[in-house]
């Protein structure tokens, strides 16, 4: 991977920031799972890690992708159950309460 591939990480990031920005959660949730669709996709275009020819930038490249999925899985993981509390608590209401 080059300084491409790192800012093709910090560009999909930026955009996922951006799409929780706004503040919905199933859209925030939707985003984060693609992010890390993308991220995942590039992490398999990586070469071995066995390879023992690695230079410090392609380390340094790895170890960005895999904090950057990590996030991206965490967030989608977060913004899950934050839509499945919303939709729990919206079914145990009663017709009444609205």
Do not use: C
């Not at 991977?1 to 800012?7: G, H, K, Q």
């Not at 503040?23 to 066995?50: F, I, N």
Request: charged share 30%; proline share 2%; glycine share 4%.
């Amino acid at each position: 991977m080059s300084d491409v591939e790192i800012t093709e990480i910090e560009q999909l990031m930026s955009g996922l920031d951006g799409k929780i920005a706004e503040g919905h959660a199933a859209q925030s949730r939707d985003a984060a799972y693609a992010v890390y669709v993308k991220l995942e996709a590039l992490h398999e275009q990586l070469p071995p890690q066995s390879n023992v020819n690695r230079t410090l930038t392609e380390a340094g490249v790895e170890d960005a992708l895999e904090q950057a999925r990590k996030k991206a899985w965490r967030l989608y993981e977060a913004f899950h159950l934050e839509v499945q509390y919303d939709l729990e608590w919206a079914s145990s209401r009663s017709y009444e309460d609205a």
